[in-house]
């Protein structure tokens, strides 16, 4: 999709994808998961929360499966809107 070279780049731009695909929905539903990256995580659920519009958010670790998969330091934004 895109190629971004830094974490907290990379980070800005799913932030800025999720405002995107979340442009004129409600109510807008966030979860941010982590890999051992908790203030990463907590810093871009704040920031989106600035942003949007959100009814219900979650803070969590990733599954140990991920995890293990995806590695430490890993960040996601999931997000459910006009559901």
């Given at each position: 999709?895109?190629?971004?070279?830094?974490?907290?780049?990379?980070?800005d731009r799913v932030l800025e994808?999720?405002?995107?695909?979340?442009?004129?929905?409600?109510?807008?539903?966030?979860?941010?998961?982590?890999?051992?990256?908790?203030?990463?995580?907590?810093?871009?659920?704040?920031?989106?929360?600035?942003?949007?519009?959100?009814?219900?958010?979650?803070?969590?670790?990733?599954?140990?499966?991920?995890?293990?998969?995806?590695?430490?330091?890993?960040?996601?934004?999931?997000?459910?809107?006009?559901?």
């Amino acid at each position: 999709m895109d190629r971004v070279r830094t974490k907290s780049k990379a980070l800005d731009r799913v932030l800025e994808l999720v405002i995107e695909q979340t442009k004129g929905k409600l109510p807008i539903r966030l979860a941010t998961l982590h890999a051992h990256a908790a203030q990463e995580a907590r810093d871009l659920l704040d920031k989106a929360i600035q942003q949007l519009d959100v009814t219900e958010s979650v803070f969590s670790e990733v599954s140990p499966v991920i995890g293990t998969h995806a590695g430490p330091g890993t960040v996601g934004l999931a997000y459910m809107a006009g559901m």
